[in-house]
């Protein structure tokens, strides 16, 4: 059997180590081996581990990228190489940073945190922002090459002890043949970035703001609740949520969200937006047309109606409502920021209206 020389009744060949009639067998190793691990990066596994006298040895290994380490009395251990996988070594190095100690890791799509774009919040200004990768498993796609996926990973080379291909061809075989009883998994990854940040309202509140990068993809996006549309730029409402599109209240000016409880609608009689503090009624008016008051006989032509008419108006803070009637004929004109409209009004609005007004 082919092995290799330790000492002179000594050595290693396929069982293990050696000597006259002894063999101390390959099995598990009996725990951490920091001697065999410390000049790896990444951290190899071993696979097998035998000790007889002054002797131990392991079988290496990040992928198909297998060494044999000997040493004795617990001296540095040498290397001889058993076969060399540069593209499993940087399997071993994306797995051990994304995934886990001896993992491999192929690589089909991957985003660096130095090249993307956040989000906006407008009018604010971001106080903190923390990325990290965000890990998408079983990606669709052709993975990338080895040495470019690590390079996009990490800064940090792969690196083994120097380790001459120097063995019998025969051990080599043979040791090679017992590694690969255990077989390696390389798992096929996609890496985009999870961003997580805070951003400052010019009144000084602070609202924290976490998407993602998809793998591959430079841009961030947030996924609005309720249209399921990727915002790249977000507005604040009154009550600190971020929305895609905020909606002014004619009345206060201020703005709400969809999220907000008190959000903006259309007054049930003149369709201005009015928001739910504003509201003036339970059954849906804004506080202009709460307040409509008969026009006298003699103002109405200032309204624009004839004498066989009538008109009610109403003015508040930022808004403007006039009601007019000519026979069966009603409109509603309202003025606030948006501008000044005028619309008819349906048989179901007339005959509510008809009903507020004779309450007053
Ligand atoms: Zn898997
Ligand atoms: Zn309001
Ligand atoms: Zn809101
Ligand atoms: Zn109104």
């Known amino acids: 059997m082919s092995r290799l020389i330790l000492d002179d009744d000594t050595g290693i060949d396929g069982r293990g180590i050696v000597r006259d009639d002894v063999v101390a067998e390959w099995g598990p190793p009996p725990g951490p081996l920091d001697w065999a691990v410390e000049d790896w990066q990444p951290e190899p596994e071993i696979v097998a581990w035998a000790r007889l006298g002054p002797w131990e040895a392991v079988l290496a290994r990040i992928g198909r990228h297998a060494q044999l380490g000997v040493r004795r009395d617990g001296r540095r251990p040498d290397w001889h190489g058993l076969s060399k996988s540069p593209d499993d070594m940087n399997r071993g190095m994306v797995g051990s940073t994304l995934l886990a100690p001896g993992r491999l890791a192929d690589v089909t799509a991957v985003t660096r945190r130095d090249e993307f774009t956040g989000i906006q919040v407008q009018g604010a200004e971001r106080v903190q922002q923390m990325v990290v990768p965000r890990i998408v498993e079983h990606p669709p796609g052709e993975e990338l090459d080895p040495a470019q996926a690590r390079h996009a990973v990490t800064t940090a080379a792969a690196q083994a002890p120097g380790a001459p291909l120097d063995l019998p061809a025969e051990l080599t075989r043979e040791l090679l043949h017992r590694l690969r009883r255990t077989p390696t998994e390389v798992v096929r990854i996609a890496v985009g970035l999870r961003v997580a940040e805070t951003w400052r309202l010019p009144d000084g509140f602070e609202i924290p703001v976490v998407y993602d990068v998809a793998p591959g993809t430079a841009q961030g996006y947030v996924l609005d609740e309720d249209t399921g549309a990727a915002l790249t730029t977000l507005h604040a409402c009154r009550n600190h949520h971020l929305a895609g599109a905020l909606a002014w209240c004619a009345h206060c000016l201020n703005p709400t969200c969809a999220a907000c409880s008190e959000s903006v609608r259309p007054c049930r009689l003149c369709q201005g937006a009015v928001c739910g503090d504003c509201l003036a009624t339970p059954d849906g008016r804004c506080p202009a047309c709460a307040r409509l008051a ?13 004498a066989g008419g009538s008109a009610w108006h109403s003015e508040v803070p930022n808004v403007q409502v006039t009601v007019r009637q000519e026979r069966n004929y009603w409109t509603v004109e309202r003025w606030d920021r948006y501008g000044r409209v005028t619309v ?7 005959q509510a209206l008809r009903g507020w007004l004779s309450a007053r």
């Open 344 to 350: 008819p009004l349906d048989p179901h609005t007339v």
């Open 294 to 306: 008969k026009v006298g006989r003699f103002a109405r032509g200032r309204y624009g109606v004839s």
